[in-house]
């Protein structure tokens, strides 16, 4: 069902109606625990848009894994959040961000509407 739910989200990416950055998929060019570092994502110093949003692992070895972004470093392409991750974000892990809502709120309302 997970898999299921990132096609539609993928699919979803694009509308208008989400608003700009809605749900971003990305991959991760490094972190730690607490941190994604995604070299894609960078802007410049005091860009906050990313903030307060929810970062989904759909690859690596935090499948499944969410955090909710507590502050950014864009000049650098950097997400934070407080709680740990069991393994460090590494080059390569694939990711959702999601701007208002948690993954798993989004596999409630599919699950409602099918």
Known sequence: MAA???GLLRLCADSPWLGADGIRFGTAT???TTTLVD???ATYAGDERLKHRF???TSG???AGE???SSVAMDNGTLTWRTALSNPVA???EYVL???FAFGDWLRWMNETA
């Open 4 to 6: 299921d739910a990132l």
């Open 98 to 100: 999601l701007r208002d």
């Open 67 to 69: 955090r909710f972004v």
């Open 61 to 63: 070895a935090n499948p």
């Open 91 to 93: 080059a390569g892990d």
């Open 55 to 57: 970062v989904y692992f």
């Open 39 to 41: 070299t894609a994502l």
């Open 30 to 32: 490094g972190g730690s």
